[in-house]
């Protein structure tokens, strides 16, 4: 079967770094994608991963290696407002996504 | 403002009633998608088209239909609704299948008693 992993929860302190990681198996790879969800709305794009390697965009970064089926979403200078859920997906060999259950981000003051 | 809408925003239903949830895409994109999202749970996908005139099956279709008449518009019915349909239900859309990233309407709260 198809499986990603993420952590449940995390708790994170304003200013700080926090990453969050990823682990799929999944029927074939075409590409990782990173979404944010704030309580109550719909899910963002952040970041897509196709190759091996390091993604930054701002105050985000997204790693892949495809050999470890593992991703990693890097959160620097985290501000109050980055607290979310954040949702990892693959896109299989059929070219649909296969969602993580999400990873609830909590920051404190 | 481009996008996607749904509607509607929440809905109490009875069971075994008939419900359509309403999605509009004004972006001109070819791919459509309908999920829900349930706790504890990742978005699963209930049913997708290509481009429109064609849909397809996604992970949890039953109880569930769709129909692609234009490139705007991609309506999911539940014929007979049930409790376990109980859910909030996102629409995106992309430019392809096969292609970059999904868009997400504000979802469809439906609760069925």
């Known amino acids: 079967g198809q499986n990603i992993d993420q952590p449940t929860e995390m708790t994170a302190t304003e200013g700080a770094i926090v990453q969050i990681n990823c682990t799929y198996q999944?029927?074939?790879?075409?590409?990782l994608f990173w979404y944010q969800q704030h309580a109550g709305e719909a899910p963002t794009f952040l970041s897509y991963?196709?190759l091996d390697g390091l993604e930054e965009k701002g105050r985000f970064s997204s790693f892949l290696s495809r050999s470890k089926g593992y991703s990693y979403l890097l959160l620097k200078e985290l501000q109050m407002k980055d607290s979310a859920s954040y949702l990892c997906?693959?896109?299989?060999?059929?070219?649909?996504?296969?969602w993580g259950a999400g990873t609830k981000l909590i920051i404190k003051p | 403002i481009a996008g996607i809408t749904q509607a509607p925003t929440s809905q109490i239903l009875a069971a075994g009633r008939r419900m359509t949830l309403r999605c509009t895409q004004d972006m001109r994109h070819n791919a459509m998608y309908w999920y829900r999202q349930d706790l504890g749970l990742g978005l699963r996908l209930i049913h997708y088209s290509n481009t429109a005139g064609t849909t397809g099956k996604g992970e949890v279709p039953d109880g569930y239909s769709v129909s692609r008449a234009n490139t705007d518009d991609f309506p999911l019915t539940l014929a007979s609704a049930v409790p376990s349909q109980t859910s909030v239900y996102f629409c995106?859309?992309?430019?392809?299948?096969?292609?970059?990233?999904?868009?997400f309407g504000p979802g469809t709260r439906l609760t069925v008693l």
């Open positions: 995106a859309s992309s430019e392809g299948l096969a292609t970059d990233t999904q868009y």
């Open positions: 991963n196709v």
């Open positions: 999944t029927s074939g790879f075409n590409g």
């Open positions: 997906a693959v896109r299989d060999s059929n070219y649909q996504l296969i």
